[in-house]
């Protein structure tokens, strides 16, 4: 089957321009989850959902940023006005888990969205 | 803050050697402990994930879990230049956030 799929692959945005980034999960995954990863470092969680619903975003690094879910599959994750500190690799995961059962715990990431803001 | 600790690396090891990487947690609240692999401008790919105390052994793989001391490990027997990657430590927390480490580049040189 078809694994989580990330587009646009590479984006450049100027300075103060607003993205958006989509995200599609494996197919009847419940759970989708939004990260950051900066040069050399590992995933930063942004935000959580379970099917349409959004239960964590306490890792969205400001109020620039915004994800949604509206039908519990794809997902876009949205940045108003990028700042240069926004250039990261933004990778969406998706996982079977819903609450309890550790063996649906296993997240699987999409390629990831390269975002460079000059 | 939850923390995950790796040592940056690179950690050099000859092909055949056993490697050895290391991962420490900060809270006694994580449940569910994970290695991934990534390669260079590739996403995370999962090698394994361990729940208890004690050792778990896939192929060349072996992630040991040790609760008490808060300290994860992956040791790669029989290292391939193949398995020249980062290794990303991630610890779950609270069924629904995952904390990774900042990664361990491993070098196995021919």
């Known amino acids: 089957g078809a694994g989580v799929s990330q587009s646009p692959r590479y984006k450049v945005a100027k300075r103060g321009q607003d993205v958006a980034l989509r995200c599609d999960p494996i197919?009847?995954?419940?759970?989708l989850f939004w990260y950051q990863q900066a040069l050399g470092q590992g995933p930063e969680f942004l935000t959580y959902f379970q099917n349409e619903a959004q239960l964590d975003k306490s890792g969205l690094p400001s109020d620039r940023f915004f994800a949604e879910r509206p039908e519990g599959s794809v997902s876009t994750l949205k940045i108003q006005r990028t700042q240069q500190e926004d250039s990261a690799v933004y990778l969406c995961a998706s996982s079977d888990r819903t609450s309890g059962g550790r063996d649906t715990d296993t997240q699987y990431f999409g390629p990831g969205t390269r975002l460079t803001v000059l | 803050q939850k923390e995950v600790e790796q040592n940056s690396g690179p950690l050099s090891v000859p092909e055949g050697a056993i490697a050895s990487l290391n991962c420490t947690y900060s809270d006694r609240g994580s449940q569910s402990f994970f290695w991934y692999r990534q390669y260079s401008g590739k996403s995370p790919e999962l090698i394994m994930s361990?729940?208890?105390?004690g050792d778990k052994e896939d192929g060349r793989f072996t992630a040991q879990l040790n609760k008490a001391s808060q300290y994860v490990s992956l040791l790669i027997r029989d290292s391939q230049p193949s398995d020249s990657a980062t290794y990303l430590c991630a610890v779950l927390y609270n069924f629904n956030k995952f904390y990774f480490g900042s990664g361990t580049k491993l070098n196995v040189k021919p």
């Open positions: 361990i729940y208890s105390n």
């Open positions: 197919s009847g995954h419940v759970s």
